[in-house]
């Protein structure tokens, strides 16, 4: 299984950006996806993430601006990312947790390998 994420590039500030995250591979059920964020030096923080029959739940910091999406049974996530503001410059993670054996588990973690948003204020 691999995640490839895309869509990231450099916009200025009070613009929108969308990126996209595909998972490909032997998939049988995916049971959580999101995305996060990491600032060289930082931590890496939640976007916005989601476990199957939950509510999405975002960043403080994106709350409003951002939405995260996945069409029903597809294997590909977005982020639609608006009013960017310099502080969002950061690498975007695609996240999820997978079972390529059983609708049931076991699931385990896959990561994207990331995608670079530059905010210019």
């Known amino acids: 299984v691999q995640l490839q994420a895309s869509g990231g590039g450099l916009v200025r500030a009070g613009e929108s950006l969308e990126l996209s995250c595909v998972a490909s591979?032997?998939?049988?059920?995916?049971?959580?996806w999101g995305w996060y964020r990491q600032v060289p030096g930082n931590e890496r923080e939640l976007v916005a993430s989601?476990?199957?029959?939950?509510?999405?739940v975002y960043g403080d910091s994106v709350k409003g601006r951002f939405t995260a999406s996945r069409a029903d049974a597809s294997n590909t996530i977005h982020l639609q990312m608006t009013a960017l503001k310099a502080e969002d410059t950061a690498v975007y993670y695609c996240?999820?947790?997978?079972?390529?054996?059983?609708?049931?588990?076991?699931?385990?973690?896959?990561w994207g390998q990331g995608t670079l948003v530059t905010v210019s204020s």
């Open positions: 996240r999820a947790e997978i079972s390529t054996t059983d609708a049931t588990g076991p699931f385990r973690e896959y």
């Open positions: 989601r476990r199957i029959s939950g509510n999405i």
């Open positions: 591979g032997r998939i049988v059920a995916i049971s959580l």
